[in-house]
């Protein structure tokens, strides 16, 4: 009886996990400036559990930052697609923390966001300090880093 009610249990926490975590959608934004190279939002905030896939065209992709990641967070790397039949990344956050990344094509035209999951304190002050060490959208990180 009791590893019937574990199991309902288990069940029902991966069940209930799935359920309330939330996909959320990053553009790549190539206008006119000020919507010139930068992704849009360019610092997003979600829950742990949550996924975010970036939109944009094939001449962009977002890769993340070793320096401006959370410990035990795994780096990922990615092109951005619209063409139809084709996906864009989508990137699951399990790590709470503040993770950079940016576009590697462009990331000296400041094509920089950040992702931030649940608490960003984990590794905030690592990640500022880390934005020195950038060769490019030093000044957006920066900006998003003090909006946090």
């Not at 288990?10 to 006119?32: E, P, R, T």
């Not at 951005?80 to 590697?104: A, H, Q, R, W």
Request: glycine fraction near 10%.
């Amino acid at each position: 009886m009791k590893s019937i009610k574990l199991y309902a249990m288990l069940f029902l926490l991966a069940f209930y996990g799935n359920a309330i975590s939330a996909d959320h959608v990053v553009k790549m934004l190539n206008g006119a400036p000020p919507n010139m190279f930068v992704f849009d939002p360019p610092v997003i905030k979600i829950a742990v559990g949550d996924t975010v896939t970036w939109d944009g065209d094939a001449m962009h992709n977002s890769v993340s930052i070793e320096t401006m990641l959370p410990a035990g967070a795994k780096p990922w790397s990615g092109k951005l697609t619209m063409k139809p039949g084709e996906k864009s990344i989508t990137v699951k956050f399990d790590v709470e923390g503040v993770y950079g990344y940016n576009c590697t094509p462009h990331a000296m035209l400041g094509m920089v966001g950040i992702v931030v999951v649940g608490d960003p304190s984990s590794n905030l002050d690592a990640a500022k300090k880390a934005v020195e060490t950038q060769a490019g959208g030093k000044e957006r990180f920066m900006k998003y880093l003090s909006e946090i």
